[in-house]
């Protein structure tokens, strides 16, 4: 399983973006990139999934540079809501699911 | 918007007695997964189940543990002689197909062993 690093906390402003870099020096050829939020007491939620280049939803965006060791989780106008910790995670989910851990991930803390 | 429910969210027990953690993963699920998140620290990997047996686990998953989909609706997670190192909030996943790379979880059910 490729190892991943991650800052171990962030703050920011509500209203800025913000962006959360993971690298993954060893990612393997099949390795998929996925993003996870969870807040205190609650399971993790799903925020994106990417194999190369930049993938985009309603919550995010998720740019991988084109030798995949490293990948950016970028949160656009961030809210007090988006306080919380995020996951980056690289495995094969896609043909071998989630039999991994999840990382120590990164604390982000919005405020006013 | 379906999810994934677990039962209880909360349950004291004393150390060396049996706990049944419930869930009820998403119905057109077909892979399964237990976690557990001590306080504080990283959600780790206990066990995935698919087609009815277990495909794979961690070392946590000891002989200690051990699950089963009993009615084809819920997934439990069995500690059969809890220790205080139990202690710790356990989440529940669903994954569709493993093709769709999404993992949804439950709520979690907190287990305190006293």
């Known amino acids: 399983l490729a190892k991943t690093t991650q800052p171990i906390s962030m703050d920011s402003y509500e209203g800025q973006e913000v962006n959360i870099t993971c690298s993954h020096n060893?990612?393997?050829?099949?390795?998929?990139i996925t993003w996870y939020q969870q807040f205190p007491s609650q399971g993790p939620r799903f925020i994106i999934q990417g194999y190369k280049t930049k993938v985009t939803n309603e919550v995010a965006s998720l740019f991988i540079p084109a030798d995949r060791k490293s990948s950016t989780l970028s949160l656009p106008r961030v809210s007090l809501s988006d306080t919380a910790v995020y996951y980056c995670?690289?495995?094969?989910?896609?043909?071998?699911?989630?039999?991994?851990?999840f990382g120590k991930g990164t604390s982000l803390l919005v405020t006013p | 918007e379906p999810e994934v429910t677990q039962t209880p969210s909360h349950q004291v027990t004393q150390m060396g007695q049996e706990v049944i953690l419930r869930c009820v993963p998403i119905?057109?699920?077909?892979?399964f997964y237990w976690y557990r998140q001590i306080l504080g620290q990283k959600v780790e990997f206990l066990v995935s189940f698919y087609n009815n047996e277990i495909s794979e686990k961690s070392e946590i998953f000891d002989d200690q543990f051990s699950v089963e989909r009993p009615d084809g609706s819920n997934f439990t997670l069995k500690i059969r002689s809890t220790k205080l190192e139990d202690s710790a909030m356990y989440f529940c996943a669903s994954q569709e197909g493993v093709s769709t790379g999404e993992l949804f979880f439950g709520e979690g059910s907190r287990l305190t062993v006293l």
């Open positions: 060893n990612i393997a050829t099949n390795d998929y």
């Open positions: 119905s057109n699920h077909l892979y």
């Open positions: 995670l690289v495995g094969d989910m896609r043909n071998s699911g989630y039999a991994l851990n």
